[in-house]
């Protein structure tokens, strides 16, 4: 028989009930015990769900206070030093002191690292590996939540990060570390948990092993058919499942069929569309193939005709009973419900489903698989509508849009003469003095501004007051600047809400959901924008609001966008047309607006292209086509503009060791860059790669509360002066400042300007 089957399901909530639960205990507004009910609240009801839409595994363990691998952690009793755990089964202070640091009591420990799992927006927790630490099975969490779902009726199937993924992820903290016992001891902890399973009745575990997409060698190869050797023989009774996700197995393929296991899952979403091809040539007898193929990762209906294909062709290799239809990965990535969304418009509604509904496309796909497509004839015919609409809609496809990119030619893709050139003419025209002071856009969102925003959009004040306020801020901003003597003006983005969203909701193509909340970290939950259609842009979005600031000051202010990769990795995007297709059209959007500002007066535009460096597909051998686009993009974006226009861009990182090579190509006039914090110890890159243009490595930290001194941003401007050529200095800081006070931003700023000073003297008594 064909399985329903499922790899996770978010567990933040319909309504955020998860968010709201623990937010409320970290503030000791709500008992342990009442965060514990809202999480078998939380469970009960997402297993009954899965049980009424007909899933037949039924994933447990996938529930998470916070995150699932910080679970493995404590689960492996791999807790650091220095949260002087004593031992024992991890309590659940010292998990969240794990997860977010604790300041208390004269404690002062700081959080584990964390950061984004493969190439999601979703975070994990990162494991430290320290000397002398022994796995120990330190947490009942997984066999209370099987025996839990057991009460309930249900028999689920466990998930696990798997032990090869994790240590792969983890991070040797210091020196002294036995890794080969260290190791040996995590998969004596998986040994003890399969068998504990096994004992209480389990038939399925599912073992997560992206890392089976990733660029491997070797030692990686053998280190996972060694681990499931061990696995396997540790409880023979149960079989397990290992999934992959999020790419193609490719060159890993061999490797995950030959691991002695029950099962393989493959992602057969637009990712991997072909490999469940390759996968029935390979897989050998007996073994089940768990097939990927409801996109687990974005909001679009399923072509359920196509899916159903599939899973036939499959079953004409290996026969019925070793076929399981699936997600491509958990569903953690996508929104809970789309039936609380009353406010979408319908006619793309239509086309989207969130988990909730990615459960029943799931069991349909097995109905169809299991009984024949003349079972579900009439699902099928539906569903076969919905692409002929998405196929033909007006609402999504323009014929205006897909000429304009049709047309776009080799010299809008180049600055009209060399950087050299350029730098000359905009140094006569901007008048600038050595080491530029600037900022990134964003100052300082107060209380009062986010209330003017919100009075707006819920219409409790009009548009004229909203300008008021607006303005109101922008004077009190160029005005500060006035004050302390900085040299290029930003407005301080008081109208934007989320540097995404706000271009979003002004360009056509784009759509918001009012609840499709997805986990980002913790109880962090983002709800990107939908891009459902063609882009282009109606009207000009931030000329008015550049075009006041300008007029308030006589110093050269600087224009705010955001950059068409960015743009397209912060949002749930089309499935349609490939990635690039939809960041070509972005980036002729906003070029549009470019030209604008342009022509309003504004003589410095900054295009922040802060998730170049996230998108990065996760197969080297495939950086280099989408590093081209992501270059070929930003330079449409901003190559329309003459000789004497300075651009900006912007990057929230500074780890660009491995494609600096394409941020030079990107041939913006400046970049700023993130540096403060490593201490400029990443400029590593620059070293060995001539960056060609002019640069601001952040100096002051927007990140920490803290306020830096100027000696200190002194000395960080003479670290950089040593790899980078002081002339081509702009000094600024590493990222925007809305989510910093202005008691803080206020001294931090005169302190920058000061240091910017204090090297233009040094500079000039060196030269004398
Ligand atoms: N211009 C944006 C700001 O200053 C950039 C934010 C970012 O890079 N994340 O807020
Ligand atoms: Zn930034």
């Known amino acids: 028989m064909v399985l329903a089957t499922n790899l996770g399901f978010p567990r933040i909530g319909a309504n955020r009930e998860l968010k709201k639960a623990v937010e409320a205990y970290w503030k000791g507004k709500s008992s342990q015990q009442e965060l514990l009910a809202t999480g078998k609240e939380l469970r009960t009801r997402n297993w009954k769900l899965q049980q009424k839409a007909g899933i037949d595994h039924i994933p447990s363990n996938d529930f998470s206070f916070y995150d699932q691998v910080l679970d493995m952690i404590a689960t492996l009793g791999l807790v650091p030093e220095r949260y002087k755990w004593s031992g024992g089964n991890v309590d659940l202070d010292t998990y969240f002191a794990m997860a977010r640091g604790r300041q208390q009591g004269g404690v002062d420990v700081t959080a584990m690292e964390m950061t984004k799992w493969f190439d999601t927006n979703y975070h994990y927790i990162v494991p430290e590996f320290e000397k002398g630490m022994k796995p120990k099975l330190s947490s009942t969490k997984i066999f209370d939540q099987f025996e839990e779902a057991k009460a309930l009726g249900i028999t689920t199937r466990l998930v696990l990060v798997g032990p090869c993924t994790f240590a792969f992820l983890a991070k040797n903290k210091g020196d002294g570390i036995d890794q080969h016992k260290l190791w040996d001891g995590i998969v004596g902890v998986y040994e003890e948990i399969l068998k504990?399973?096994?004992a209480q009745g389990a038939e399925w575990v599912q073992i997560d092993e992206p890392m089976l997409v990733l660029d491997l060698g070797e030692q990686a190869r053998t280190g996972l058919k060694q681990?499931?050797?061990?696995?396997?023989k540790a409880a023979p009774g149960l079989k397990i499942l290992v999934a992959t996700y999020f790419e193609g197995l490719r060159d890993n393929m061999?490797?995950?069929?030959?691991?002695?296991?029950?099962?393989?899952?493959?992602?057969?979403?637009?990712?991997?569309?072909?490999?469940y091809k390759d996968a029935v040539s390979i897989i050998p007898e007996g073994m089940v193939l768990s097939l990927g193929l409801v996109d687990g990762r974005n909001i679009w209906k399923n072509n359920i005709h196509q899916s159903v294909e599939i899973a036939e062709f499959v079953e004409s290799h290996i026969g019925k009973d070793r076929v399981m239809i699936a997600p491509s990965c958990s569903l953690l990535h996508t929104p809970v419900d789309l039936a609380h969304e009353d406010a979408l418009d319908p006619a793309?509604?239509?086309?989207?489903?969130?988990?909730?509904?990615?459960?029943?496309?799931?069991?349909?796909?097995?109905?169809?698989?299991?009984?024949?497509?003349?079972?579900?004839?009439?699902?099928?015919?539906?569903?076969?509508?919905?692409?002929?609409?998405?196929?033909?809609?007006?609402?999504?496809?323009?014929?205006?849009?897909?000429?304009?990119?049709?047309?776009?030619?080799?010299?809008?893709?180049?600055?009209?003469?060399?950087?050299?050139?350029?730098?000359?003419?905009?140094?006569?025209?901007?008048?600038?003095?050595?080491?530029p002071t600037t900022s990134i856009g964003s100052f300082p969102q107060t209380q009062e501004i986010r209330k003017a925003r919100a009075d707006f959009k819920a219409g409790t004040i009009d548009k004229a007051a909203y300008n008021t306020a607006m303005e109101k801020e922008i004077r009190h901003v160029v005005k500060y600047q006035?004050?302390?003597?900085?040299?290029?003006?930003?407005?301080?983005?008081?109208?934007?809400?989320?540097?995404?969203?706000?271009?979003?909701?002004?360009?056509?193509g784009f759509t918001f959901s009012k609840n499709g909340w997805v986990q980002s970290y913790g109880s962090r939950c983002v709800k990107p924008p939908i891009i459902f259609g063609d882009v282009s842009r109606p009207?000009?979005?931030?000329?008015?609001?550049?075009?006041?600031?300008?007029?308030?000051?006589?110093?050269?202010?600087?224009?705010?966008?955001?950059?068409?990769i960015t743009i397209l990795q912060w949002s749930f995007v089309r499935d349609d047309q490939p990635r690039s297709d939809t960041s070509r059209q972005i980036a002729l959007a906003i070029r549009d607006e470019v030209a604008d500002l342009e022509k309003a007066g504004i003589k410095i535009i900054q295009i922040d292209e802060a998730a170049i460096r996230e998108g990065l597909p996760l197969r080297k051998e495939d950086w280099k086509q989408y590093l081209k686009n992501a270059v070929e993009?930003?330079?449409?974006?901003?190559?329309?503009?003459?000789?004497?226009?300075?651009?900006?861009?912007?990057?929230?990182?500074?780890?660009?060791?491995?494609?600096?090579?394409?941020?030079?190509?990107?041939?913006?006039?400046?970049?700023?860059?993130?540096t403060s914090r490593s201490h400029?110890?990443?400029?590593?890159?620059?070293?060995?790669?001539?960056?060609?243009?002019?640069?601001?490595?952040?100096?002051?930290?927007?990140?920490?509360?803290?306020?830096?001194?100027?000696?200190?941003?002194?000395?960080?401007?003479?670290?950089?002066?040593?790899?980078?050529?002081?002339?081509?200095?702009?000094?600024?800081?590493?990222?925007?400042?809305?989510?910093?006070?202005?008691?803080?931003?206020?001294?931090?700023?005169?302190?920058?300007?000061?240091?910017?000073?204090?090297?233009?003297?040094?500079?000039?008594?060196?030269?004398?």
């Open 196 to 198: 504990k399973l096994s």
């Open 227 to 232: 681990c499931y050797a061990r696995l396997a």
């Open 254 to 275: 061999q490797t995950a069929f030959s691991l002695p296991v029950a099962g393989v899952h493959i992602d057969c979403s637009n990712r991997a569309p072909h490999q």
């Open 348 to 435: 793309i509604k239509k086309w989207m489903a969130y988990a909730t509904q990615k459960l029943d496309e799931i069991a349909l796909i097995k109905k169809g698989a299991e009984k024949g497509r003349a079972a579900i004839q009439k699902e099928i015919e539906a569903s076969d509508d919905v692409q002929e609409d998405r196929r033909t809609s007006k609402r999504i496809h323009s014929d205006a849009v897909k000429k304009r990119v049709a047309a776009i030619t080799p010299d809008m893709k180049k600055r009209k003469s060399p950087f050299a050139q350029r730098q000359k003419i905009q140094r006569a025209a901007l008048k600038l003095p050595a080491f």
């Open 482 to 508: 006035e004050d302390i003597g900085i040299d290029v003006f930003v407005h301080g983005e008081p109208e934007r809400n989320d540097m995404v969203e706000y271009f979003g909701e002004q360009l056509s």
């Open 539 to 564: 009207e000009p979005m931030t000329v008015e609001w550049s075009k006041y600031a300008q007029s308030q000051t006589k110093k050269v202010m600087k224009g705010m966008l955001t950059g068409p």
């Open 633 to 674: 993009d930003f330079r449409i974006t901003s190559c329309c503009v003459a000789d004497t226009t300075q651009i900006h861009t912007h990057m929230c990182y500074s780890e660009f060791n491995d494609i600096i090579g394409a941020i030079g190509d990107m041939d913006a006039d400046v970049i700023s860059i993130e």
């Open 680 to 768: 400029m110890e990443l400029l590593d890159a620059f070293v060995e790669y001539k960056y060609p243009n002019e640069i601001g490595p952040g100096v002051y930290d927007i990140h920490s509360p803290r306020v830096p001194g100027t000696d200190e941003m002194v000395a960080l401007l003479e670290t950089a002066a040593k790899v980078i050529d002081p002339d081509l200095l702009w000094v600024n800081p590493d990222c925007g400042l809305k989510t910093r006070g202005w008691a803080e931003v206020e001294p931090a700023l005169k302190n920058m300007v000061e240091a910017a000073q204090i090297m233009r003297r040094k500079a000039k008594s060196a030269a004398a």
